[in-house]
């Protein structure tokens, strides 16, 4: 067998040429290639090479403190950055915003799925992902300044449809992070958190004619890792460094190793704490009063913020076995985690790749789906991806809420210093948020209402305050909390005039500080 190359970081940052296409795996702050981007990063600064690199890559990578993406975002550097996520890339989004870089955000979905297509050597990605939202090229293709001309993405016809398409870019160099190395270089992932986009980024690379460099924690004697582990075979290897530096090889930014992570141990969930009866705690409430006519076999997506609080709410009154929660990283089933370690998950029953997860999504194989709401408009579109000079990029949103057949957005009506108390059932607006968050129209479109319509979707957007649904027609409101002056503290705080036909209170026991019953709810309703 071949041996593979060992080489030091260093001697891997040298490899990358000016005006290479750079992509590399990673998610939020886990399975990062730390010392391979730092190392590059340090050339740059000491040499002034490489410059105008492209980088690409699928999901959040970084931490807003420099690691990450982050150690791309100099002047000079960089030319042009194609990402699923922008929100942990403060520095890079600072690039953006001074136009110094060309920049596109596209949903990360589609993005992981098209290292699958550059190394199978397809014309492109064919999707109906992203039409009508910000990615289409008829609205703004994801370009996110002025000095971003090019179409990335095309509308094309097939059999009397539009699609876009996604033509194929070679891949010159792939940073990836594993776990461990043999020395013919197959390399195993059995500490990282999922094998995210590891396979199809090293194939694309391979094929592409680019250069292929791991990093990982040890390389040990060939033929010594079980084969049916080996997520990146030798084959498609040319260099791997052994991270000197540990600080660099952490599972996540914030933890060492988790072996609970891995599918290595299980370990028991303590019960939580019950979240106070807040705002926040009343949306997750009403979101999960869906969970009712469920069965036990339902699958779920679930976002950060406001949405994690519907799995604790459903644990709390013990339906939560009624979940089989999947991130959007690859774990499926287990208790997904929030921050940092966003996309890593307790206790997973398994986990798939990246673009394998997304396949899933993208054929409508969850039952329901509760993601963010940060701006709505009189179309029910609906915004998370960028507001003014702020990028947050759209991630897995436009996937996930495209393709689920019941989409619940979740959100407080209004923020900005907002003050709320819920007394005696009732909810009262002690200080009105200074921003809306119902607008005439949105800044940026990543989910699409009249897209939605067309397909039938189930669509709801729960807040403290007030329930809306969308019919063919718009926006209705449907429900408004007790204690709540319609007038003033719903229509007169929104910047559109929704729908009001048949207006309910929301259920009282959503405002009471004890168990709702959803549990003999359920049960009820099974009989």
Same mark, same amino acid.
């Given at each position: 067998?071949?041996?593979?190359?060992?080489?030091?970081?260093?001697?891997?940052?040298?490899?990358?040429?000016?005006?290479?296409?750079?992509?590399?795996?990673?998610?939020?702050?886990?399975?990062?290639?730390?010392?391979?981007?730092?190392?590059?990063?340090?050339?740059?600064?000491?040499?002034?090479?490489?410059?105008?690199?492209?980088?690409?890559?699928?999901?959040?990578?970084?931490?807003?403190?420099?690691?990450?993406?982050?150690?791309?975002?100099?002047?000079?550097?960089?030319?042009?950055?194609? &990402? #699923?996520?922008?929100?942990?890339?403060?520095?890079?989004?600072?690039?953006?915003?001074?136009?110094?870089?060309?920049?596109?955000?596209?949903?990360?979905?589609?993005?992981?799925?098209?290292?699958?297509?550059?190394?199978?050597?397809?014309?492109?990605?064919?999707?109906?992902?992203?039409?009508?939202?910000?990615?289409?090229?008829?609205?703004?293709?994801? *370009?996110?300044?002025?000095?971003?001309?090019?179409?990335?993405?095309?509308?094309?016809?097939?059999?009397?449809?539009?699609?876009?398409?996604?033509?194929?870019?070679?891949?010159?160099?792939?940073?990836?992070?594993?776990? @461990?190395?043999?020395?013919?270089?197959?390399?195993?992932?059995?500490?990282?958190?999922?094998?995210?986009?590891?396979?199809?980024?090293?194939?694309?690379?391979?094929?592409?004619?680019?250069?292929?460099? !791991?990093?990982?924690?040890?390389?040990?004697?060939?033929?010594? &890792?079980?084969?049916?582990?080996? %997520?990146?075979?030798?084959?498609?290897?040319?260099? !791997?460094?052994?991270?000197?530096?540990?600080?660099?090889?952490?599972?996540?930014?914030?933890?060492? @190793?988790?072996?609970?992570?891995?599918?290595?141990?299980?370990?028991?969930?303590?019960?939580?704490?019950?979240?106070?009866?807040?705002?926040?705690?009343?949306?997750?409430?009403?979101?999960?009063?869906?969970?009712?006519?469920?069965?036990?076999?339902?699958?779920?997506?679930?976002?950060?913020?406001?949405?994690?609080?519907?799995?604790?709410?459903?644990?709390?009154?013990?339906?939560?076995?009624?979940?089989?929660?999947?991130?959007?990283?690859?774990?499926?089933?287990?208790?997904?985690?929030?921050?940092?370690?966003?996309?890593?998950?307790?206790?997973?029953?398994? @986990?798939?790749?990246?673009?394998?997860?997304?396949?899933?999504?993208?054929?409508? #194989?969850?039952?329901?789906?509760?993601?963010?709401?940060?701006?709505?408009?009189?179309?029910?579109?609906?915004?998370?991806?960028?507001?003014?000079?702020?990028?947050?990029?759209?991630?897995?949103?436009?996937?996930?809420?495209?393709?689920?057949?019941?989409?619940?957005?979740?959100?407080?009506?209004?923020?900005?210093?907002?003050?709320?108390?819920?007394?005696?059932?009732?909810?009262?607006?002690?200080?009105?948020?200074?921003?809306?968050?119902?607008?005439?129209?949105?800044?940026?479109?990543?989910?699409?209402?009249?897209?939605?319509? *067309?397909? %039938?979707?189930?669509?709801?957007?729960?807040?403290?305050?007030?329930?809306?649904?969308?019919?063919?027609?718009?926006?209705?409101?449907?429900?408004?909390?007790? #204690?709540?002056?319609?007038? %003033?503290?719903?229509?007169?705080?929104?910047?559109?005039?929704?729908?009001?036909?048949?207006?309910?209170?929301?259920?009282?026991?959503?405002?009471?500080?004890?168990?709702?019953?959803?549990?003999?709810?359920?049960?009820? &309703?099974?009989?």
């Amino acid at each position: 067998m071949k041996q593979v190359k060992i080489i030091t970081a260093q001697e891997a940052a040298a490899l990358v040429k000016d005006g290479d296409v750079v992509t590399s795996n990673g998610f939020v702050g886990s399975a990062q290639p730390e010392a391979l981007t730092s190392a590059l990063e340090e050339r740059f600064l000491e040499t002034g090479s490489p410059r105008d690199l492209t980088l690409i890559y699928a999901a959040s990578q970084g931490n807003t403190d420099g690691r990450g993406g982050d150690h791309f975002a100099h002047e000079g550097m960089l030319k042009k950055a194609i &990402l #699923g996520h922008w929100n942990a890339v403060t520095s890079l989004q600072k690039l953006v915003n001074e136009n110094k870089i060309q920049a596109y955000n596209l949903p990360q979905g589609t993005l992981s799925q098209y290292f699958r297509d550059v190394a199978a050597h397809r014309l492109g990605t064919i999707t109906s992902v992203g039409l009508e939202t910000f990615a289409d090229p008829r609205v703004t293709g994801g *370009k996110l300044n002025a000095v971003t001309k090019d179409d990335f993405v095309k509308v094309i016809q097939i059999e009397g449809q539009d699609q876009l398409f996604y033509p194929r870019m070679d891949m010159n160099v792939g940073f990836i992070r594993g776990t @461990y190395a043999d020395e013919w270089g197959n390399v195993v992932l059995s500490k990282e958190v999922s094998p995210l986009d590891a396979t199809p980024l090293a194939q694309a690379v391979h094929n592409s004619g680019g250069t292929v460099i !791991v990093q990982v924690e040890k390389v040990v004697k060939g033929g010594t &890792l079980d084969p049916k582990l080996v %997520k990146v075979p030798g084959i498609y290897v040319d260099y !791997v460094v052994v991270t000197e530096d540990m600080s660099k090889h952490q599972q996540s930014f914030d933890c060492e @190793y988790d072996p609970s992570l891995t599918g290595e141990i299980t370990v028991p969930v303590q019960a939580l704490e019950p979240a106070p009866l807040n705002a926040k705690k009343v949306i997750a409430r009403r979101a999960a009063l869906l969970l009712l006519n469920m069965s036990s076999e339902a699958v779920i997506n679930l976002g950060i913020g406001i949405p994690e609080l519907v799995s604790a709410v459903a644990n709390e009154e013990g339906i939560g076995d009624s979940l089989t929660m999947t991130v959007e990283a690859g774990a499926i089933g287990g208790v997904p985690l929030g921050g940092v370690r966003f996309g890593a998950s307790v206790n997973a029953e398994a @986990y798939m790749d990246q673009a394998v997860q997304f396949d899933f999504y993208d054929g409508g #194989g969850l039952d329901l789906t509760c993601l963010g709401l940060a701006e709505c408009d009189k179309d029910g579109n609906i915004n998370v991806s960028k507001f003014g000079t702020r990028i947050a990029g759209c991630g897995g949103f436009v996937n996930i809420t495209q393709n689920t057949q019941t989409v619940v957005f979740c959100g407080t009506f209004t923020t900005g210093k907002l003050k709320e108390e819920i007394k005696d059932g009732e909810l009262h607006i002690v200080q009105e948020g200074k921003v809306q968050k119902f607008v005439p129209t949105v800044d940026h479109i990543t989910f699409s209402g009249s897209y939605a319509r *067309k397909h %039938k979707q189930h669509v709801l957007y729960i807040t403290e305050r007030a329930v809306f649904e969308m019919k063919e027609d718009g926006v209705h409101l449907t429900e408004i909390a007790p #204690g709540v002056d319609l007038q %003033k503290d719903i229509l007169d705080q929104m910047g559109f005039k929704p729908i009001v036909d048949d207006v309910k209170l929301m259920p009282a026991y959503i405002f009471d500080d004890k168990l709702m019953g959803l549990k003999k709810m359920k049960e009820d &309703l099974s009989k």
